[in-house]
Protein backbone atom coordinates (compact mmCIF):
# COMPACT_ATOMS: atom_id res chain seq x y z
CA UNK A 1 0.00 0.00 0.00
CA UNK A 2 1.04 3.41 -0.57
CA UNK A 3 2.08 5.95 2.49
CA UNK A 4 3.53 8.97 2.85
CA UNK A 5 4.77 10.43 5.87
CA UNK A 6 5.51 13.73 6.93
CA UNK A 7 7.37 13.84 10.64
CA UNK A 8 7.78 17.01 10.80
CA UNK A 9 4.30 18.34 12.55
CA UNK A 10 5.37 21.65 13.13
CA UNK A 11 8.42 23.82 11.89
CA UNK A 12 9.47 27.41 13.63
CA UNK A 13 11.91 29.54 11.60
CA UNK A 14 13.21 32.99 11.72
CA UNK A 15 13.16 35.10 8.21
CA UNK A 16 16.31 34.10 6.01
CA UNK A 17 16.82 30.70 7.89
CA UNK A 18 16.90 27.83 5.40
CA UNK A 19 14.64 25.10 6.41
CA UNK A 20 13.88 21.41 5.33
CA UNK A 21 10.59 20.02 4.99
CA UNK A 22 10.90 16.18 5.20
CA UNK A 23 8.85 13.47 2.84
CA UNK A 24 9.20 9.72 3.07
CA UNK A 25 7.28 7.68 1.23
CA UNK A 26 6.62 3.86 0.75
CA UNK A 27 5.50 2.20 -2.69
CA UNK A 28 5.30 -1.43 -4.41
CA UNK A 29 5.42 0.22 -8.04
CA UNK A 30 8.20 1.05 -9.64
CA UNK A 31 6.48 3.89 -11.35
CA UNK A 32 5.53 6.77 -9.03
CA UNK A 33 4.81 10.61 -9.04
CA UNK A 34 5.56 12.22 -6.13
CA UNK A 35 3.91 15.45 -5.68
CA UNK A 36 4.42 18.80 -3.07
CA UNK A 37 1.73 21.11 -2.57
CA UNK A 38 1.05 24.58 -0.42
CA UNK A 39 -1.77 25.36 1.95
CA UNK A 40 -1.37 29.03 2.88
CA UNK A 41 -3.55 30.21 5.86
CA UNK A 42 -6.32 31.20 2.82
CA UNK A 43 -6.98 27.86 3.03
CA UNK A 44 -6.34 26.87 -1.13
CA UNK A 45 -3.56 24.04 -2.16
CA UNK A 46 -1.31 25.21 -4.64
CA UNK A 47 0.55 22.88 -6.63
CA UNK A 48 4.16 23.53 -6.32
CA UNK A 49 6.32 20.58 -8.21
CA UNK A 50 5.92 16.93 -9.63
CA UNK A 51 8.45 14.60 -9.78
CA UNK A 52 8.31 11.19 -11.62
CA UNK A 53 10.35 8.40 -10.54
CA UNK A 54 12.16 7.68 -12.98
CA UNK A 55 13.83 11.31 -13.27
CA UNK A 56 15.80 11.37 -9.79
CA UNK A 57 17.10 15.35 -10.93
CA UNK A 58 17.32 17.52 -8.28
CA UNK A 59 15.31 20.48 -8.67
CA UNK A 60 15.55 24.53 -7.98
CA UNK A 61 13.23 26.73 -8.88
CA UNK A 62 13.96 30.01 -7.02
CA UNK A 63 14.37 29.92 -3.14
CA UNK A 64 12.97 26.47 -3.75
CA UNK A 65 14.24 23.16 -4.67
CA UNK A 66 13.46 19.60 -4.26
CA UNK A 67 16.09 16.40 -3.69
CA UNK A 68 14.51 13.03 -4.51
CA UNK A 69 16.47 10.67 -3.80
CA UNK A 70 15.03 6.97 -4.44
CA UNK A 71 17.46 4.64 -2.42
CA UNK A 72 16.03 6.42 1.04
CA UNK A 73 12.65 6.98 -0.20
CA UNK A 74 12.83 10.51 0.27
CA UNK A 75 11.59 13.91 -1.61
CA UNK A 76 12.56 16.38 0.94
CA UNK A 77 11.91 20.22 0.06
CA UNK A 78 14.06 23.11 1.57
CA UNK A 79 13.39 26.74 1.50
CA UNK A 80 16.29 28.85 1.04
CA UNK A 81 15.95 32.32 2.69
CA UNK A 82 12.74 31.33 4.20
CA UNK A 83 10.39 34.84 4.17
CA UNK A 84 7.00 35.42 6.64
CA UNK A 85 5.08 34.77 2.88
CA UNK A 86 5.95 31.23 3.20
CA UNK A 87 4.22 30.50 5.88
CA UNK A 88 2.00 27.78 5.45
CA UNK A 89 1.45 24.11 5.39
CA UNK A 90 2.98 21.68 3.18
CA UNK A 91 2.20 18.96 1.34
CA UNK A 92 3.66 15.93 0.33
CA UNK A 93 1.58 13.38 -2.03
CA UNK A 94 2.23 10.30 -3.91
CA UNK A 95 0.46 8.61 -6.71
CA UNK A 96 1.34 4.57 -7.64
CA UNK A 97 1.52 4.29 -12.08
CA UNK A 98 -0.08 2.22 -13.83
CA UNK A 99 -3.75 1.80 -14.61
CA UNK A 100 -6.65 1.76 -11.93
CA UNK A 101 -3.81 3.43 -9.45
CA UNK A 102 -5.33 6.74 -9.83
CA UNK A 103 -5.52 7.69 -6.61
CA UNK A 104 -3.54 10.56 -4.68
CA UNK A 105 -2.31 10.04 -1.49
CA UNK A 106 -1.10 13.09 1.08
CA UNK A 107 0.95 13.16 3.89
CA UNK A 108 -0.75 15.04 7.33
CA UNK A 109 1.73 18.07 6.04
CA UNK A 110 4.04 19.98 8.12
CA UNK A 111 3.51 23.29 9.10
CA UNK A 112 5.65 25.97 8.74
CA UNK A 113 6.15 29.13 10.34
CA UNK A 114 8.36 32.17 9.30
CA UNK A 115 8.20 35.15 11.72
CA UNK A 116 9.92 38.36 10.74
CA UNK B 1 -7.26 30.31 -17.84
CA UNK B 2 -9.68 29.98 -14.82
CA UNK B 3 -8.82 28.22 -12.33
CA UNK B 4 -11.06 25.21 -10.52
CA UNK B 5 -14.10 27.16 -9.77
CA UNK B 6 -16.58 26.51 -6.03
CA UNK B 7 -19.23 27.47 -5.06
CA UNK B 8 -20.54 28.10 -2.40
CA UNK B 9 -17.32 29.24 -0.42
CA UNK B 10 -18.83 29.50 3.07
CA UNK B 11 -22.13 27.30 3.89
CA UNK B 12 -23.81 26.83 7.10
CA UNK B 13 -26.98 24.82 7.47
CA UNK B 14 -28.74 22.47 10.36
CA UNK B 15 -28.48 19.16 10.71
CA UNK B 16 -30.98 17.44 8.49
CA UNK B 17 -30.65 19.74 5.73
CA UNK B 18 -29.11 18.69 2.47
CA UNK B 19 -25.71 20.42 1.15
CA UNK B 20 -25.25 20.70 -2.52
CA UNK B 21 -21.76 22.06 -2.90
CA UNK B 22 -20.54 23.03 -6.43
CA UNK B 23 -17.59 22.46 -8.92
CA UNK B 24 -16.56 23.68 -12.17
CA UNK B 25 -13.30 21.81 -13.31
CA UNK B 26 -11.03 24.05 -15.66
CA UNK B 27 -11.66 23.81 -19.23
CA UNK B 28 -9.86 20.78 -21.34
CA UNK B 29 -9.35 18.61 -18.21
CA UNK B 30 -10.81 14.69 -18.10
CA UNK B 31 -10.48 14.11 -14.25
CA UNK B 32 -12.14 15.61 -11.45
CA UNK B 33 -11.51 14.88 -8.09
CA UNK B 34 -13.68 15.65 -4.64
CA UNK B 35 -11.69 15.71 -1.70
CA UNK B 36 -12.53 16.70 2.73
CA UNK B 37 -10.51 17.73 4.24
CA UNK B 38 -10.55 18.02 8.45
CA UNK B 39 -8.49 18.09 11.42
CA UNK B 40 -8.34 14.37 12.29
CA UNK B 41 -7.96 12.85 9.04
CA UNK B 42 -6.54 15.26 7.09
CA UNK B 43 -6.94 15.39 3.39
CA UNK B 44 -9.43 12.55 2.00
CA UNK B 45 -10.17 12.01 -1.63
CA UNK B 46 -14.01 11.19 -1.61
CA UNK B 47 -14.56 10.35 -5.13
CA UNK B 48 -13.28 10.49 -8.46
CA UNK B 49 -14.90 11.18 -12.30
CA UNK B 50 -13.10 10.19 -15.43
CA UNK B 51 -14.85 11.77 -19.06
CA UNK B 52 -17.71 12.29 -16.57
CA UNK B 53 -18.09 8.60 -15.47
CA UNK B 54 -17.84 8.48 -11.80
CA UNK B 55 -14.15 6.00 -11.24
CA UNK B 56 -13.59 5.28 -7.57
CA UNK B 57 -16.31 6.62 -5.15
CA UNK B 58 -14.40 4.08 -2.23
CA UNK B 59 -14.10 7.28 -0.61
CA UNK B 60 -17.62 8.46 -0.05
CA UNK B 61 -18.45 7.92 3.82
CA UNK B 62 -21.98 6.25 3.79
CA UNK B 63 -25.06 6.69 1.57
CA UNK B 64 -25.73 10.28 2.75
CA UNK B 65 -23.38 11.35 0.01
CA UNK B 66 -23.84 11.35 -3.08
CA UNK B 67 -22.22 13.02 -6.64
CA UNK B 68 -22.94 13.67 -9.94
CA UNK B 69 -21.39 15.08 -12.87
CA UNK B 70 -23.43 15.90 -15.75
CA UNK B 71 -21.05 17.20 -17.97
CA UNK B 72 -17.50 18.12 -18.21
CA UNK B 73 -17.82 21.44 -17.27
CA UNK B 74 -20.02 20.59 -13.62
CA UNK B 75 -19.84 18.48 -10.86
CA UNK B 76 -21.83 17.86 -7.59
CA UNK B 77 -21.74 16.85 -4.47
CA UNK B 78 -24.49 16.31 -2.66
CA UNK B 79 -24.99 15.39 1.47
CA UNK B 80 -28.97 14.63 2.78
CA UNK B 81 -29.06 14.56 5.59
CA UNK B 82 -26.39 16.72 6.89
CA UNK B 83 -24.77 16.30 10.11
CA UNK B 84 -22.48 18.11 12.25
CA UNK B 85 -19.83 15.61 11.78
CA UNK B 86 -20.00 16.37 7.52
CA UNK B 87 -18.86 19.62 8.70
CA UNK B 88 -15.39 20.16 6.80
CA UNK B 89 -13.12 21.80 4.06
CA UNK B 90 -14.19 20.56 0.47
CA UNK B 91 -12.20 20.65 -2.28
CA UNK B 92 -12.92 20.20 -5.71
CA UNK B 93 -10.10 19.18 -7.93
CA UNK B 94 -9.22 18.61 -11.77
CA UNK B 95 -6.61 17.07 -13.81
CA UNK B 96 -5.54 16.23 -17.33
CA UNK B 97 -5.22 12.20 -18.29
CA UNK B 98 -3.07 11.00 -16.13
CA UNK B 99 -2.33 8.10 -18.54
CA UNK B 100 1.60 7.53 -19.32
CA UNK B 101 2.50 10.89 -17.25
CA UNK B 102 0.88 12.01 -14.22
CA UNK B 103 -0.28 15.23 -14.14
CA UNK B 104 -0.76 17.50 -11.25
CA UNK B 105 -4.25 17.83 -9.93
CA UNK B 106 -5.31 21.73 -9.75
CA UNK B 107 -7.79 22.56 -6.21
CA UNK B 108 -10.45 25.07 -6.10
CA UNK B 109 -10.74 26.77 -3.05
CA UNK B 110 -12.58 25.00 -1.35
CA UNK B 111 -15.76 25.10 0.41
CA UNK B 112 -16.61 25.70 3.95
CA UNK B 113 -19.12 23.90 5.31
CA UNK B 114 -20.37 23.86 8.55
CA UNK B 115 -23.19 21.73 10.05
CA UNK B 116 -24.81 23.33 13.56
Known amino acids: AQKVTQAQTEISVVEKEDVTLDCVYE???????LFWYKQPPSGELVFLIR??????QNEISGRYSWNFQKSTSSFNFTITASQVVDSAVYFC?????????????FGTGTRLLVSP | DAGVIQSPRHEVTEMGQEVTLRCKPI?????LFWYRQTMMRGLELLIY????????DSGMPEDRFSAKMPNASFSTLKIQPSEPRDSAVYFC??????????????FGPGTRLTVT
Open chain 2, 27 to 31: SGHDY
Open chain 2, 49 to 56: FNNNVPID
Open chain 1, 51 to 56: RNSFDE
Open chain 1, 27 to 33: TRDTTYY
Open chain 1, 93 to 105: ALKEGGTGFQKLV
Open chain 2, 93 to 106: ASSLDWGQNSYEQY
